[in-house]
């Protein structure tokens, strides 16, 4: 690999800002500070050897294991001869070769939320959509469209409720009722033992009346998402409705899944919409691809799961369960996520077509470790879940 | 020293270091940045610390972080007894108020704890904040501090500045993310399980008196148990003790006696699933593939 070619007159200090920002739009925490500590790095060890300077840009730029991990490849992309684009400088994570289109489809997909405009979609087929009726009510359209097929679903109010109905969801799972009773201003139940305190106070007439309650525990979700080939009609949506999960509360964290295992949730919090769509589109390599359900479940486990998965979390699976992995791994990895004594919530898109039957291998294995195994292909599926999981 | 002699110095010390975190740790030094280190537990991020305390023959502080670790343990208190005591027999001379004010918070009324005391050294000490990731945010703010300015502030002192830099080593497991802030401040290495030949070395280094057909079988055979599916995975202190025990029991080839063996796998295997995972035909497979 030949190094870049750097115009003449751009100096040391400006080509490492340049690096900075080729980092920054790649999703790592590198700015001003770094830009001084990786010049001072520069100066204490032999800034003439690709690899030294490799290894000390690493040390000083990725703040955690991902970065460390992306650091290689965003290294050779900005200074050996890949040129500065980004879109080539992340995507050779495990060799494959990921096709070129994936990157502009989730983009499209994102902006076209945004309000960006109407993408055409290639299978519009469903029956709510009424184009050009100019005196229909809106009532009922809106009726039409929550009960289309998601696939279906593409214009940027369509994904707006979407968004809104994951929302519901969210604040639907949030709270949770303790077990345990807690003291209270107000509450359906009698504090026995502290009224029978006070009453000593009055010889022994128990005249001051305290209560309690069971107070709200806030539940975490952890939603995972399937992009992989084909799930890609309905991702949109789900995106949106990932978004909605994770836009409701600061605990939510959102992956995406297929050959590999994504966490976007800092993606979809970011409030600069643009930035946003750069940094899901580099992070969605492999967009549209095969599905490894299980390894990225273990992955999930590995990775993840120790720091986010509690007795409060509710992990949301959305996948229709076709899986190139061995359907044992599915099985066993759910087991395993379940010992840390969360809930898990599966919503497959295709169980809401009449006479789908689990018989996709994987989802198969899942089955027995589902808290709920519910549809996902419309908004009124979704919408329909908030009482389940109330009761969760 | 360059960052090879750093990694060459730490070999002769026991310490066999990959590539990225040798260079990481000669950059801590060289330019007095706080370094952090991720990866699994038993990979040797503490041993780290106390290598290279030996190496430059300073002390080492060791800050172990655990979950409501208060400034007051971490930082500095003031040693209340003795104020009491100052007070009680100032007031019985009739000396005037503000005298003892001064008097009782002086540096001589102070109990550096160790971040405090880590600033205070004439000799640049290590400084060790094991498993920060294990302290509340809170904590995390009072390190911020430090981290950047190398100071402390206390109200009724004011600013004490470090006399010489310590060496900060952070390490963390991941048990909860630490904030960027905490982040941006260190330089960062993720440190791996060392691949078949470092753990050779790591072995030979630590181990001096096995022979090396054995320290291939131990390696190879920790090595295939990281790839199985375990609740938690070896690590390097793990083998280590594993091939001491091998060597106190007067072991010489893994192949003798599988029982035997297998009795001693509670070295490596620290759970009730990971020792059901591993019975006695599959450790059978293992040594097999590493003789």
């Known amino acids: 690999m030949r190094t870049t070619r750097f115009p003449d007159r751009q100096t040391m200090s400006e080509r490492m800002a340049g690096f900075m920002a080729h980092l920054r739009l790649n999703g790592l925490d590198a700015g ?91 299978d519009n087929d469903s029956e709510g959509e009424s184009e050009g009726g100019s005196g229909r009510l809106l009532a009922s359209r809106i009726e039409a469209v929550r009960r289309a097929d998601l696939r279906g679903l593409t214009t940027p109010e369509e994904l707006a409720e979407a968004e809104a109905v994951a929302r519901q969801i969210a604040r639907s799972l949030r709270d949770r009722r303790s077990r345990r009773r807690r003291a209270a201003r107000r509450g359906a139940l009698l504090d026995l033992r502290r009224i029978a305190r006070r009453s000593v106070a009055h010889g022994g007439d128990p005249v001051e009346l305290l209560r309690r309650r069971r107070p709200d525990r806030p539940v975490n979700i952890v939603a995972i998402c399937d992009v992989s080939g084909s799930m890609t009609v309905y991702a949109r949506v789900f995106l949106a409705f990932l978004q909605g999960l994770v836009s409701a509360d600061s605990r939510t964290d959102a992956f995406l899944l297929h050959t590999r295992l994504v966490r976007i949730s800092d993606a979809l919090r970011d409030n600069d919409t643009l930035r946003a769509v750069e940094r899901l589109s580099l992070m969605a390599n492999g967009f549209g691809g095969g599905t490894r359900i299980g390894a990225n479940l273990k992955a999930f486990n590995d990775q993840y799961a120790r720091g986010m998965v509690t007795g409060r979390t509710v992990v949301v699976i959305l996948s229709d369960g076709y899986d190139t992995d061995p359907p044992e791994l599915i099985g066993g990895e759910l087991a395993r996520l379940k010992r840390r004594g969360c809930k898990i919530v599966w919503l497959n898109p295709l169980k809401g077509w009449n006479g789908y039957e689990p018989v996709a291998r994987g989802m198969a294995a899942a089955l027995p470790h589902l808290d709920l195994f519910a549809a996902a292909n419309t908004l009124d599926s979704l919408a329909a879940l908030r009482p389940h999981l109330q009761g969760m | 020293m360059s960052w090879k002699t750093l990694k060459d110095e730490l070999a002769k010390h026991g310490y066999v270091a990959a590539d990225d975190l040798a260079m990481a740790l000669h950059l801590a030094v060289t330019i007095g940045k706080p370094l952090l280190l991720e990866g699994a537990a038993g990979v040797g991020k503490t041993q780290l610390a106390k290598t290279l305390a030996e190496l430059f023959d300073t002390r080492l502080i060791r800050l172990q972080c655990y979950e409501g670790l208060d400034a007051a343990s971490a930082i500095y208190e003031w040693n209340y007894q003795r104020q009491l005591l100052s007070i009680r027999a100032a007031t019985a001379s009739g000396a005037p108020g503000e005298d003892i004010e001064d008097r009782i918070f002086s540096e001589k009324y102070l109990l550096a704890r160790p971040l405090l005391e880590a600033i205070l050294q004439d000799k640049a000490p290590v400084l060790l904040l094991d498993e920060v990731d294990r302290a509340d945010e809170e904590f995390e703010a009072y390190l911020l501090e430090l981290l950047s300015d190398f100071q402390v502030t206390i109200p009724e002192l004011g600013t004490i500045t470090a006399r010489t830099r310590p060496h900060v080593i952070l390490t963390s497991n991941g048990t909860r993310d630490l904030s960027d802030a905490l982040r941006r401040r260190c330089l960062y290495s993720y440190v791996d399980y060392p691949d078949r030949a470092t753990e050779l070395s790591i072995l030979a280094a630590r181990q001096p008196g096995i022979e090396a057909r054995l320290c291939e079988q131990i390696v190879g055979v920790v090595q295939a148990l990281r790839k199985e599916d375990l609740e938690k995975k070896p690590g390097v202190a793990e083998m280590l003790d594993w091939a001491a025990a091998i060597a106190g029991l007067g072991i010489n080839d893994l192949t003798d006696d599988p029982v035997e063996l297998q009795a001693t796998l509670v070295c490596l295997l620290k759970t009730q699933a990971d020792r059901a995972a591993v019975p006695i035909e599959v450790q059978q497979r293992l040594v097999g593939k590493a003789a």
């Not at chain 1, 690899?51 to 050779?76: P, Q, T």
Request: charged letters at 30%.
């Open chain 1, 32 to 122: 001003m500070p770094e830009n001084e500590t990786a010049l001072a790095a520069l100066g204490a060890i032999d800034a003439t050897d690709r690899n030294e300077v490799r290894l000390a840009l690493k040390s000083v730029c990725a703040h955690g294991s991902e970065g460390f991990r992306a650091f290689d490849d965003l290294f050779d992309g900005y200074w050996l001869n890949h040129g500065r684009r980004r879109e080539r400088a992340v995507h050779r994570h495990d060799g494959e070769r990921r096709p070129p289109r994936a990157t502009s489809k989730i983009r499209e997909m994102m902006q076209g939320r945004t309000g960006g405009g109407i993408p055409d979609m290639p």
